[in-house]
């Protein structure tokens, strides 16, 4: 099994549409989960932190789930600016910060 | 805002160059990384640094070196550059280790062995 599992995508959805990304990760001591937003040629931004309560930022979602290893990104109301590669990233290290990405999911978003 | 810098965007080398890679950051961040990112496989730790002079090797640490001697720079070396180290070499810091504590990348610089 991967250590961190994404759908490639390419996710295509209207504007306004809510889309959910999946990732599961394969190491039961990971402690730290992030979601990453990559646009085409850039590096990797940190679109947002994951908590163990499930935590929001605008119209984004993001849930963790320890006992299934699973994480989801939601993203309501879909704009034309939220195309891009969105990466799964969890810490492969109980106390350490060595990051592990997936390889992304593409989502394009069209008008 | 955190800055980390590297030297090039683009750089063209040839095969059985050495190549150096540097990389500043600005924040004083204890934890400095490397990574490669390639169509279809993501991106991948090349070598990573938790304090000066110390490295640790990630998952593909064959063909590259890396130097740590100030907090604020990590510099990346291919020893004898090969055509399959062309690639985009990603640069990340962030601060020592702790829950959630995410990295900041670079812009990337877009190395072509030829």
């Known amino acids: 099994r991967k250590e961190v599992e994404q759908d490639p995508g390419p996710f295509n959805v209207p504007e306004g549409a809510t889309v959910a990304f999946n990732c599961t990760y394969s190491?039961?001591?990971?402690?730290?989960f992030f979601w990453y937003r990559q646009d085409c040629r850039k590096e990797p931004k940190l679109l947002m932190s994951?908590?163990?309560s499930g935590n929001e930022d605008g119209r984004f979602t993001a849930q963790l789930n320890r006992a299934s290893q699973y994480i989801s990104l939601l993203i309501r109301d879909s704009k034309l600016s939220d195309s891009a590669t969105y990466l799964c990233v969890v810490t492969r290290r109980q106390a350490g910060t060595a990051l592990i990405f997936g390889k992304g999911t593409t989502l394009s978003v069209s008008s | 805002d955190v800055k980390v810098t590297q030297s090039s965007r683009y750089l063209v080398k040839r095969t059985g160059e050495k190549v150096f890679l540097e990389c500043v950051q600005d924040m004083d961040h204890e934890n400095m990384f490397w990574y490669r990112q390639d169509p279809g496989l993501g991106l991948r730790l090349i070598y990573f640094s938790y304090d000066v002079k110390m490295k640790e090797k990630g998952d593909i640490p064959e063909g590259y070196s890396v130097s740590r001697e100030k907090k604020e720079r990590f510099s990346l070396i291919l020893e004898s550059a090969s055509t399959n180290q062309t690639s985009m070499y990603l640069c990340?810091?962030?601060?020592?280790?702790?829950?959630?504590?995410?990295?900041?990348f670079g812009d990337g610089t877009r190395l072509s062995i030829l």
């Open positions: 990340a810091s962030s601060p020592r280790q702790g829950a959630f504590q995410p990295q900041h």
């Open positions: 994951v908590y163990s």
């Open positions: 190491n039961s001591a990971s402690q730290s």
